[in-house]
């Protein structure tokens, strides 16, 4: 399927109409959805109206922008008004939401059509789409394997052809692996570049809303119409937002970048290691610096996210209990509603996550975990900022190794979060991080990551566009 914008000016020049996008993503869910399971919830009818209503704007001659009647899939913990909105709980099975998520309205407002709901590991976590209540997705490229997670259904859709671009969310990594695994491009804005508001909340110090596409330019466009101030969210960032596509444009050719050391480590597979190493070299010979920089805290990033993640997404989740939302169980007392609504609302690794907070939490722990874990965040994020101002970019894998086989993590919930070591740091820093297909050479994607320095996915962008262009070679 064409990129997003060859496609908007297919429709600018009259040479498709909306209607005939949705019909070609919605024959696509048709042949790939039985084997993929991209979606929880298809909106084929109001999918097609929306085309409709689009073809009828243009053909009455108003100004349209990029994104008017354009497919896309918003992943299932983006609140949509009025659409069955399950963050792919059991507890929120039948949770019809009674307003849009910020970042969906402001597509909404565009013109794009929502053709559906995709597919995501419980509550977003997890990493392989295996802890979704409702079945796991599988990668399009080898459909033996995990998309990624926990927007592997997002990941799968763009992959897949099913639609032109797709939103995902990120607490830990959660658009940058599924990109990788299935071979798109996946953006995490800095924290606070876009607004949360009616993304169901899972770590709120983490969270940020991200970007499937196909390309770098379609990245530069999506980020483009979801990112800025927002009065319903405290921490969406007021400061103005960049052209990114004039960066695309522009490129990464007069930029640094750096390769550290410790993304390179034991674990990632050596396939891996040779792309970055080739993609690197590629990159100077067109004239970009390389400097040595060494990230020494990164060893860490992974158990103080396992700390604070947890911690934020016990509390988070206490407001599902059964009275507000979902099934209720029935029950003698309220305590015990609670405990049965709990019980049997969450899967098992919602239920890890939620015993893990509660205990790094506890008086006595609290200092010897939470506080410690805030600290080495402290670290990772100077250690960064020491970083650029040595070089513009990092330059690293995105994952140690490429989509992994059903249930070869499954019974390893440590070996399952290894897939994250990488995207990890970049959260807890607040850092624009990019995943971009690099070549494969064993037949399954491989993702290469480019992470900036805070509020810079203007330099983020432009550094990926070049690379893009470099790994193609
Ligand atoms: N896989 C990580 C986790 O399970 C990250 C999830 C995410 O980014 N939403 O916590």
Redesign the pocket.
């Known amino acids: 399927m064409e990129s997003l914008y060859t496609a908007a000016a297919r429709l600018a020049r009259g040479e498709a109409r909306a209607e005939e996008l949705v019909s070609e993503a919605l024959d696509r869910v048709a042949e790939r959805e039985e084997d993929l399971h991209a979606f929880l919830t298809l909106l084929p009818e109001s999918a097609r109206d929306d085309a409709k209503a689009s073809d009828r704007r243009r053909t009455a001659g108003q100004a349209l922008g990029l994104f008017d009647g354009i497919p896309w899939a918003a992943k299932d913990n983006l609140l949509t008004e009025g659409v069955r909105t399950t963050a792919a709980s059991k507890i929120l099975g039948d949770y019809l939401p009674p307003y849009s998520a910020t970042a969906v309205r402001r597509l909404d407002e565009r013109g794009a059509v929502l053709l559906g709901k995709a597919n995501l590991?419980e509550f977003?976590?997890?990493?392989s789409t295996e802890y979704s209540a409702f079945g796991p997705s599988r990668n399009p490229v080898d459909p033996t394997r995990v998309p990624g997670?926990?927007s592997g259904g997002s990941a799968v859709a763009v992959a897949a052809g099913m639609c032109q671009f797709a939103l995902g969310?990120?607490?830990?990594?959660?658009v940058r692996q599924p990109a990788a695994f299935c071979g798109v491009v996946g953006v995490k804005p800095s924290y606070g570049r876009v607004s949360r508001y009616g993304l169901i909340a899972?770590a709120s110090s983490l969270d940020q809303i991200g970007t499937l596409t196909r390309d770098v330019r379609d990245a530069a466009l999506v980020l483009g119409a979801i990112a800025g101030e927002d009065p319903m969210d405290q921490t969406a960032s007021t400061v103005a937002v960049p052209d990114y596509l004039a960066a695309v444009e522009e490129g990464g050719r007069a930029l640094s970048f750096g390769v550290p050391a410790e993304y390179l480590r034991e674990g990632v597979a050596p396939e891996i290691r040779a792309e970055v190493e080739r993609v690197a070299a590629a990159l100077e010979r067109d004239g970009l610096r390389r400097r040595d920089v060494s990230l020494a805290h990164t060893q860490y990033a992974l158990d103080a996210y396992y700390i604070i993640?947890p911690a934020e997404a016990s509390s988070n989740l206490s407001r599902f209990d059964g009275m507000r939302y979902g099934p209720r169980a029935e029950a003698q007392d309220l305590l015990e509603a609670y405990r049965r609504s709990r019980g049997q609302g969450f899967g098992p690794e919602v239920k890890r996550r939620i015993l893990l907070g509660t205990y790094v939490l506890s008086a006595g722990y609290y200092d010897t975990y939470y506080l410690q874990a805030q600290r080495l965040r402290t670290l990772l994020r100077q250690e960064f900022l020491a970083a650029f101002e040595q070089v513009d970019f990092l330059l690293t894998p995105t994952t140690p190794t490429t989509a992994f086989r059903f249930g070869e993590n499954t019974a390893d919930p440590l070996a399952m979060y290894m897939a994250?070591a990488l995207t990890i740091p970049a959260n807890l820093a607040g850092l624009p991080a990019i995943s971009v297909p690099g070549r494969s050479s064993q037949g399954l994607p491989v993702g290469l990551q480019v992470m900036a320095p805070p509020m810079r996915e203007d330099l983020m962008l432009a550094a990926a566009a070049t690379l893009e262009e470099v790994a193609a070679r």
């Open positions: 590991d977003a976590m997890g990493s997670g926990s969310s990120e607490t830990g990594g959660s899972f993640a994250d």
